[in-house]
């Protein structure tokens, strides 16, 4: 086991009708004026703005609105908000919305305190000092970063999809209301699943060093994951299911699945990121894809943990039937495993390739992954 | 799933030689001088006790050495620490020891800013509105007090071991280095074991309601306790065991095994805080040999519960074998099972169930543990 510092001050607020407090819970850090960040007008046609707005109000808290973050979102729309946090000088980014608003919202709060340009943060050209305080009522659980200090934001100019980090980015206070994703899509809700089990899966192989403890609850995880998709499936209402995978999403990037390991890397995530930039794949689909093919690829070089993975996880013996195993899983609840689902090629390959190779560097990875290993991984999700 | 709030700003700073730095740990708190509270002498043969002065030294902290806390602390040693803090104007209180130390110093510190008795904090008669900073060093691995907001300390005037809880008493920074536990003795590492299972199983058995993703975290922590505690029975320094060992008992109560749970309660400890208090019994030994007697009574009321439990932790079946397990794992590992192993006997039962009913009411469970039930119990544990 390894050395580790672990602090992880975000408070979270988890529950039926929490955003309705959301005023009471920004109040007491002294806040006067939030920018409002969210996606589309879902939020207010379905009342989840009017209910936050009400809670605002009710605590003198003015809030200026910033609407259009997408999914896989993009720097230019992250520069836009940190204008008019500036210029209506907020105290704080209040984000309504799944990862890619709080994500946003995370470079929006470390952008608004920076005279520079905050893609520098994620190009490793500056690094955070300050942020505005962040507060999010989450509405989609897949990325985790209600409880964590990363974000990850595409420069749709140069098709990079960077991270960055700091212990300024922890939310302050996180709402996690499980009846706000009874809405989420069929198909959200799989590539939820996929992307949580990918963030459980990126360590758990590929760490030099990986505490049995950790081993453990990393696949109670898994577990959960997938007991409560099936669950979900059958009933988006079932209140106990939404909870448990809401919770377990969080669990998996909080950084408590990290302890005392060494060495990791996070292979699935640099490949996948390559598909979101360039061809706009949900990042869930994109990794449901990339998994299968980089663990028949990779396997072999940490076996132990595999055959303890198809063991632990689905009962079974060997690598590659525990590789199987999740790739039917995928295939059962209907998150896509082959690039061909996206209507990628073999003539897509070069192109995935350049900004791969970028991606690897950038992950620190480029001596593992070179061309050859790319054409191979990609062979197999083909 | 019931609603909940979770909030846990400790800092933890995990491994081999952590607590050379603990001056630089506490540096940026603006601390000028600690009370440095400590059990025995025994620190400063074996050299941690210089460790300490020399980094709070170079990081011009002046401390104040208050010696003397015992295990099963009691309160006229925080009562007399208190006294030091106050007129040595302490900044804050550094404990070096196991959680006796930590519970005792968590206390001096709720005492340290209060003009009434500290005790009024543990019997409700007021709440914790501030305390001074905490840091410690821990050297025994147990309590789980060094990520919590909780502290046990008994009035050996009247005999209760009751316990405070405010946000208030987080530590601010935790120094874990599994190394420091090595020359704990193998008893002391055995009643920690019990100690830990404690923690996991009181929520696990006794909540009304209790999420799954939750059951697999606990009967992760089992497992690992179970399975660590057997490699340092056979190796007292082999430092993975010992390592996992510890954040395994750190994560058995920092809050994460109780998510989402309700009407949990806490027999095994209201009951065996009596022989704590009674006979000084040592905690995770009383704890051994209340929890099969406890279970044999209790298991009827949730047989779902234990025969997962059975099944997770021992691949057996049924509630009775599962608890029959667990005491023969008890006896292998050689922690007490029966009261005869403490002296006592029938003869003791009626002071020890006079303490009892005072505890039950102060749990808020008196009116399930009655005489006739602690007589019931204690039967099954004589």
Redesign the interface.
Known sequence: ????????????????E?EKNIGEYIKPFNIKKVLLTFGSDRIKKDGLFDVVIKSLKENNIEYIEFEGITSNPVLSKVYEAIEVAKKEKVDAILSVGGGSVLDSSKAIAAGSLYDGDVWDFFIGKNTVQNALPIFDILTLAATGSEMNCGAVVTNEKTNQKYAIQSAHLYPKVSVIN?ELMNTVSKDYLVYSAADIIAHCIEGYFTASVQ???IN??I???I??VM?TTEKLIENPNN??AR??FA??ST?ALNG?TY??TKDFSYPNYMIEHILSALYNVPHGAGLSVIMPAWMKWYYSKNSIQFERFANEIFGLYSSQEGIQALENWFNKIGTPTKLSQFGLNESNFEEIIKVGLGNAEYFGVGEIYTKEVFEEILNLAK
Do not use: H, V
Request: aromatic letters at 18%; hydrophobic letters at 30%; one cysteine or more.
């Open positions: 086991m390894e050395n580790f510092s672990f602090y992880n001050p975000t408070k979270i607020e988890f529950g039926k929490k499980p505490p049995t403890f453990r609850q696949e109670s995880i577990k959960t007991e209140y106990d909870a448990e919770w377990a669990c408590l302890i005392g």
